[in-house]
């Protein structure tokens, strides 16, 4: 064997174990990205948008309690 065909040989072989590499990473990245739906769909069912904005609401109208008390308050 030369030595052309000894490096055509090497290129070659590094060209497939690349090809190999990247259907591997392929793969990791479709478990990755199906691990991150299954946790964001988790979550998303654990919070209770409803609970949210009760808490919300309830705070913006305390608030525009305080400030209708300040307004009403007498400088001394």
């Given at each position: 064997m030369n030595l052309?065909?000894?490096?055509?040989?090497?290129?070659?072989?590094?060209n497939d174990e690349s090809h190999h590499n990247g259907l591997h990473?392929?793969?990791v990245q479709e478990t990755v990205q199906s691990?991150?739906?299954h946790i964001s769909r988790f979550?998303?069912?654990?919070?209770?948008?409803?609970a949210i904005h009760r808490?919300?609401?309830l705070k913006v109208h305390r608030q525009e309690l305080?400030?209708?008390q300040q307004q009403k308050q007498v400088p001394v």
């Open positions: 052309d065909e000894y490096v055509a040989q090497q290129l070659q072989h590094l990473l392929a793969q691990a991150v739906e979550l998303f069912d654990q919070v209770d948008f409803e808490e919300a609401m305080e400030e209708e």
